[in-house]
């Protein structure tokens, strides 16, 4: 199913609703697609990647920081 970004503004309830049915909507800007949504899917692989210990994005190839908040919180030190 295809959307404007206007109809999404108007009409984000019956958007939702074809969502919650299982359809995807592409949201169009300009006649270009530019979002996409899907129905949200609650697994146990999500909450594997979010757990707290990890560390994520930039951070996992770093091989020198253990901690990021303890890593962030040293830099911010020198500003205060």
């Not at 019956?14 to 697994?43: H, Q, W």
């Not at 594997?48 to 951070?59: P, T, V, Y």
């Amino acid at each position: 199913m295809k959307a404007t970004a206007k109809e999404l503004r108007f009409h984000s309830k019956a958007l939702l609703d074809a969502v919650s049915r299982g359809d995807s909507v592409i949201i169009t800007f300009r006649g270009k697609p530019c979002a996409k949504l899907v129905p949200y899917e609650d697994n146990e692989l999500s909450e594997n990647l979010k757990s707290e210990d990890d560390l994520f994005g930039i951070w996992r190839d770093r091989d020198d920081v253990e901690c990021v908040d303890d890593y962030v919180r040293n830099l911010r030190k020198s500003r205060f």
